[in-house]
């Protein structure tokens, strides 16, 4: 993908390296690529990003995942969550997951993700077939079951604002690459479904 300057100064420009991607796949035994989980808070994202990436850690897979929660630790400390925070956010780890990706790794990321839009515009950063989409398909009253953190209560309470599926909407996925129903499937079963799913789009080697 050609990369144009920079917009906002005329003196920055890209630098071609001479590790580029393709040796760097070559050496790592897989393609490089972005894994996008969204869905509801306690939907499932980070438990099953974690479980297809200890699954492909141990095949030997470079990877890594960028947590939602972890993230706002350091990169995205300064954001809050109205739109325009939740916007940026995933701005700035669409940018970190395609140098991660270019990297030959295999990133998951692990974002509630609301908006049908900025997901969109992740996509178009990268070529086809590099970004897969997985929408973590579970109902709210489920996932309110699972409310670790109590902020589904806090939100019902009026105690969170901005909080998505109670007074912020989340647009589901319109054609995601893969759709797993987190919501009542066993974890075991989620991951072979993505493992599945990337040897079906080559990112992985057939055992």
């Known amino acids: 993908m050609s990369e144009a300057p920079n917009k906002s100064s005329g003196n920055v420009v890209w630098h071609h390296a001479t590790v580029t991607r393709a040796r760097r796949e070559a050496q790592n035994g897989h393609r490089g690529a972005i894994l996008w989980f969204t869905g509801l808070s306690g939907a499932g994202k980070s438990t099953l990003a974690h479980a297809v990436e200890e699954t492909l850690h141990q095949r030997g897979c470079r990877t890594f995942v960028l947590d939602g929660d972890n993230v706002r630790h350091g990169l995205c400390g300064d954001l809050g969550f109205s739109e325009k925070d939740r916007i940026e956010n995933i701005r700035r780890i669409g940018e970190v997951a395609k140098l991660f ?82 919501g009542k499937a066993e974890l075991d079963a989620c991951v072979q479904q993505v493992l599945g799913n990337m040897i079906h789009r080559s990112i992985l080697k057939q055992d």
């Open 101 to 182: 990706m270019e990297a030959g790794i295999i990133v998951l990321t692990a974002f509630i993700s609301p908006f049908r839009a900025d997901r969109e515009r992740v996509r178009g950063m990268v070529e086809h077939g590099d970004f897969m989409e997985i929408y973590c398909e579970a109902p709210l009253e489920v996932c309110e079951t699972r409310d670790v953190k109590g902020l589904y209560k806090k939100a019902r309470a009026g105690l969170i604002s901005d909080f998505t599926g109670i007074s912020s909407p989340y647009e589901p996925p319109s054609s995601p690459e893969l759709t797993v129903a987190t």
